[in-house]
């Protein structure tokens, strides 16, 4: 591969996460992008799969029966001539850790606010972490489709609640039951879309320009009226699109739409394979890497393991930083030095898993491994790269945990520092506990619970606590 080659690559990655309060619609909008970017035919499969999960994995099933999502998934798709790297995030409070971790992985992010309640207090606290790493954001207003606050107020919390100017690149015509469409402010184009049967396929869609008469005959001029008074506004205030400072986290480009009719979507997903940042250079001690620079790079975001019973093995989440990743290659062990290869690279979709022989800056390779590499650690062939993207957080919940009796200690303590490798919770040393009892810390409470869960329901175990923690 030439070098011309490798930058067209690198150029046409887009890796981004969707960032959101509970029940905003980041699952229906992860579909409805999945949806229009070919990766799935039918809407409604990845909630199903997300539903189903308590039948093919007992793992999944904590989730189910919290109605959460613990698990991050990736997906890559192709759209128009981009890789896009999607990476969900946790949606628990209790995982903010975890959610913060899967941040410092991405180059923007997509913000959904539920267009009736405004922002909400989890999306405001998921923006601020965006914006101290100066992610660009994208924002997509969904719900349109039910009564919704007004359109101009809603620009208006932004900024006030936020701080963050807001650049319409859509505005809605009509909302609730007479939502009708977007209109297109850079390309001045009005999409009137129809709905399909519970959205399950792209809505059907006419372009007019905003002067067509038809539009006039369409559409009640109790929706229209007051569409083309706002529209007027919003161009007498004569703001133009600035990239530079969306790039930068000063603007973020807003999009008007319903994740469930579809309405609104492609728009959203044209504009931000446009202008969605393309992988970012990350910072080694002071020296930023740029991602054309040779020598391949990464870092660990996440570990996981027995995410699904058919793949009863660990994954270490890797972040392609700069280089070419190739499956076996060989870099330092970022603990012992040694050389270590990197074999049984995987790219992921969702809970599929598919051997990858090459990657490239902004994806994401997950790496089959029995031995842990730590978070945070970087994986390179030239070792003065050395990344420090993730901080650690305080502890905020402890408990005391050990196994009742005395069989089956070792699998205890090899479950217990699978957890700790991964992230999950941290260990204390205590000096009033005997060899058998562990201190636990954890930056929530439902982290014991994803404790509790591994070992008792996945390996057998019967973990006792006692200390702090509430739940059992
Ligand atoms: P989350 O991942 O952010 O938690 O949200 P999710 O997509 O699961 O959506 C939460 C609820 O909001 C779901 O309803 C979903 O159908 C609904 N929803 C998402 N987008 C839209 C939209 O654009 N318009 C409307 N009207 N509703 C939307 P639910 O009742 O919890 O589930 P279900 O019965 O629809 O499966």
Redesign the pocket.
């Known amino acids: 591969m030439t070098e011309a080659q490798r930058k067209q690559e690198i150029a046409r990655r887009r890796t981004f996460a969707i960032i ?12 409805k992008l999945l949806l229009y970017g070919g990766a799935i035919q039918l809407a409604g499969s990845v ?1 199903a799969r997300r ?1 189903s999960r308590a039948t093919t994995s007992d793992w999944m099933a904590l989730e189910k029966q919290r109605g959460i ?1 613990v698990s991050s998934t990736l997906l890559q798709f192709d759209y128009g001539g981009c890789v896009i790297n999607l990476l969900d995030t946790p ?1 628990h409070k209790d995982f903010s850790e975890d959610t913060y971790r899967v941040l410092t992985a991405v180059d923007s992010v997509i913000m ?1 606010i ?1 267009a009736a309640k405004g922002i909400e207090e989890r999306t405001r606290k998921l923006f601020e972490i965006c914006r101290l790493r100066g992610i660009p954001i994208f924002t997509f207003m ?5 009564p919704a606050l007004n359109s101009l107020a809603l620009l208006d919390e932004l900024e006030r609640v936020l701080g963050i100017g807001a650049f319409p690149v859509t505005w809605p015509l009509g909302s609730g039951e007479d939502f009708r469409g977007v209109y297109d402010r850079l390309r001045h184009e009005l999409h009137l879309f129809e709905r399909t049967a519970r959205g399950q396929h792209r809505a059907p869609n006419q372009v007019r320009g905003i002067d067509d008469e038809s539009i006039r005959k369409q559409i009640p001029e109790r929706i229209y009226a007051p569409w083309r008074e706002e529209v007027e506004i919003l161009t007498g205030a004569g703001e133009t699109f600035d990239v530079a400072a969306v790039m930068a986290g000063q603007i973020t480009p807003v999009f008007f ?5 579809n309405f609104g979507v492609q728009l959203l997903l044209d504009y931000f394979v446009r202008y969605g940042a393309t992988p970012q250079p990350r910072i080694s001690g002071d020296t930023p890497i740029p991602p054309e620079h040779p020598d391949f790079s990464g870092f660990v975001f996440k570990v996981q393991a027995n995410m699904n019973p058919r793949h009863r093995d660990r994954l270490t989440f890797v972040r392609v930083c700069s280089g070419t990743f190739v499956k076996d290659m060989i870099v330092n062990d970022p603990v012992s030095g040694d050389p270590v290869r990197l074999s049984y690279p995987q790219k992921l979709f969702a809970q599929e898993r598919e051997s990858v022989e090459i990657a490239f800056p902004g994806d994401i390779v997950g790496l089959v491994t029995h031995k842990a590499f730590p978070i945070g650690a970087t994986l390179t062939s030239n070792p003065s790269i050395r990344y420090d993207e993730i901080p650690r957080f305080s502890p905020e919940a402890f408990a005391y945990i050990r196994n009742s009796g005395t069989a089956k200690y070792k699998q205890f303590r090899e479950g217990l520092d699978q957890l700790l490798q991964e992230g999950v919770i941290q260990s204390f040393s205590s000096l009033d506990a005997g060899r058998a009892t562990t201190l636990l810390g954890a930056v929530g409470q439902l982290q014991f619970d994803v404790v509790m869960y591994r070992l008792h329901w996945c390996a057998g175990l019967a973990p006792a606590w006692t200390g702090a923690r509430s739940r059992t």
């Open positions: 959101s309060h509970p029940d905003a619609g980041k699952t229906t909008l992860t579909e909630r539903d999502s949606g959904v539920d969904n719900k349109m489709d039910r739409g319903s994740g469930i009719t």
